[in-house]
């Protein structure tokens, strides 16, 4: 019988592999579409990964199936964008896979009547709120862990994004910004212990009115409004609740990145740094990371100090 487990444990500290226990769907708006999209989330099973499927689509299940995997991602313009061998697309899917990162996801099934993940309310809080409704439970795989064995580093321009071999799960990221409204911030925490949903799931994407201006002029952004975005009008907020965060939107920058590297196939051991980063260079950092076997080594979860870490309170929250 497999066994229920707490979102504390399977941050990234449970030895096993999870997925969610039951099947959920919702809707919601697409942030460039502007249509309501439905969404079904389905327990995968054992190495299945993270795996959308396109049900508005009149193919068979491989070909309207896409991978959630750095090497997949075809654009990182907007947003983070995979799309499969045979053309197929799904757009936005970084606020979702930083829920499935933070609460210890490790495979699942996502199916999609439309291209892209529904933005919500622009954070990841409410796929983390579904996720927990579905219940998670482990199975009968130990989970890999990908560790960082020495120092991998991307520049472009003014952006910066790097790994370093640690034995936690950390992230932190540095913004700066001309705008007085946003300016330079930072933000870092660890991904052990659930961290995650209270540090930064709640984090809203933003943007600038004059940039929300020309996506519209573009057919894009349609979905987009002040119930899913932090807007900046020059220097000011125009969202008459403010900001969840002072440092609201470095917070989502690290969920951004949460997401990215999620696309690895993995739960990290090592630290993420992240300079004026975003979705493009989180991408090349992957790619960078994979070119060389000696840059990385796969582990089972026993080989790691997470065990170390959560040991004694396990028992807590496993039920057979």
């Not at 309310?121 to 560790?147: A, N, T, V, Y």
């Not at 660890?190 to 949903?197: A, G, Q, R, V």
């Not at 979905?223 to 969202?239: A, F, T």
């Not at 008459?240 to 989502?252: K, V």
């Amino acid at each position: 019988m497999n066994n229920l487990v707490s979102p504390s444990i399977t941050s990234g500290n449970h030895p096993w592999q999870t997925t969610i226990l039951k099947s959920k769907s919702f809707n919601g708006i697409g942030l460039h579409s502007g249509n309501l999209i439905k969404v079904t989330l389905k327990p995968g099973r054992e190495n299945t990964g993270i795996v959308f499927i396109r049900t508005d689509i009149d193919k068979k299940i491989k070909e309207r199936s896409i991978q959630a995997l750095y090497s997949n991602v075809s654009d990182t313009s907007l947003c983070t964008t995979i799309e499969n061998k045979y053309g197929i697309k799904i757009s936005t899917i970084e606020h979702l896979m930083a829920a499935f990162n933070g609460a210890g996801i490790d495979n699942i099934i996502i199916e999609l009547n439309g291209p892209e993940v529904p933005i919500m309310d622009g954070s990841s809080l409410p796929f983390i709120e579904i996720i927990e409704d579905c219940g998670i439970q482990s199975l009968k795989m130990k989970r890999k862990i990908l560790k960082i064995l020495r120092k991998i580093e991307v520049t472009v321009d003014n952006k910066y994004c790097s790994f370093t071999p640690s034995s936690d799960q950390k992230f932190s990221v540095e913004i700066d910004f001309e705008n007085e409204a946003v300016g330079k911030q930072s933000a870092s925490t660890s991904l052990t212990n659930y961290n995650f949903k209270n540090f930064a799931s709640n984090a809203r994407t933003f943007g600038f009115i004059k940039d929300v201006e020309y996506m519209r002029s573009q057919g894009l952004g349609l979905g987009g409004s002040i119930d899913n975005c932090i807007i900046v009008d020059k220097n000011e907020i125009i969202n008459p609740e403010g900001l969840r965060h002072e440092n609201e939107f470095s917070r989502h920058k690290l969920l951004d990145a949460v997401g990215d590297i999620y696309t690895s196939g993995y739960r990290i051991q090592g630290s993420y740094q992240g300079l004026r980063c975003g979705h493009y260079i989180n991408n090349l950092l992957l790619h960078e990371l994979f070119k060389s076997n000696e840059n990385y080594e796969i582990v089972e979860y026993s080989d790691t100090p997470y065990q170390e870490f959560n040991r004694g309170i396990e028992s807590n929250y496993l039920a057979s």
